[in-house]
């Protein structure tokens, strides 16, 4: 992104005057990310820097202005009329920035920290090959990688603490754009023999635990409310964020698994059969999320290789 130089406000007659009318691009940057974010301390990560700096910018901005650009009283921080007004300007501005790098070819030389949030199952199946056509595109690019569950990364994003999500979708996010990527059919898995006939039924798995995702994932949820619904008694359900755990247990012989296909490692798959069910389970739905406006090129061009990977993916 470029930075430092000053963007005039008014007609000029001398370096004095210059001096005072005169907004720098950091300082609308600044300006914007803490609108976004609506947070001081957000903006300082976002950014780079700290938060008596960007204290420091928007205090200047608002006297150069004349009046506040931000309600600091609100929780968490909103703008003011005049804010609503200079945001619509920075964002536009920012947005133009952004177009000119791409038009230039400068993403490759992009330099920075991009925050990703990604679910087990792509970890555990193609983001090393993400991860290396980034490196590809993005040469100077860091990506620093957080792996959760999809609430958790629903709030990370609405935060500003991460920039980027391979998550489960779709769902709407107010101010968000995403990209579909890829489905994974839902499989039963456990060793041979711990299931009669080697089919699952919804008669018979209320006596048999079930291993599978988080509490807060379709899975469980589906999964146990049909079961409730079917028939009338709680199944037994073991929940684990873990993909590495689900396939311990379940090699274990203490249940059976229910996760992604293609999830499990091949030496898993040797001793694992797959279990067949009369259950209705819809597949996983994953969808890469990433904010609308500025930077909206950079995220859509990362979301992009994310479908191309995951495309080839088998």
Sequence with gaps: MLQGDFLSCGTLSSPEIAEEVMVSFRSIEVFYWTAHLRSFSRAADRLNTTQPTISQRLRAMEELIGEPLLNRAAKPIA???????????????????????RDLDLSRHM???????????????????????????FPKLDIDMTVDVTPSMMNALRDGDIDIALMLGPTILDGFTC???????????????????????????????????????????????TLFRQTGRNPRIFTNSSISTIERMALDGLGVALVAEGTLSGESMKKLKTVDSDIDLKPLSFYAYFQAGVQHDTFEQLAEIAAQVAAGAP
Excluded: C
């Excluded at 703008?79 to 790098?101: D, K, N, P, W, Y």
């Design 111 to 137: 330099e920075g920290t991009i925050r990703l949030g990604v679910s087990e199952t792509i970890v555990q199946t193609w983001l090393a090959t993400f991860l290396e056509q980034v490196a590809r595109h």
């Design 79 to 101: 703008l003011t009329s005049a804010g609503r007004t200079l945001f619509r300007h920075a964002e536009l501005l920012l947005r133009q920035v952004a177009a000119m790098e």
């Design 179 to 225: 990209i579909e990527l890829k489905d994974y059919p839902l499989k039963f898995y456990a060793v041979p023999g711990l299931v009669p006939g080697n089919a699952i039924s919804l008669r018979s798995m209320p006596s048999i635990p079930i291993i599978t995702y988080p509490r807060n994932t379709y899975p469980y949820i589906y999964l146990r409310e």
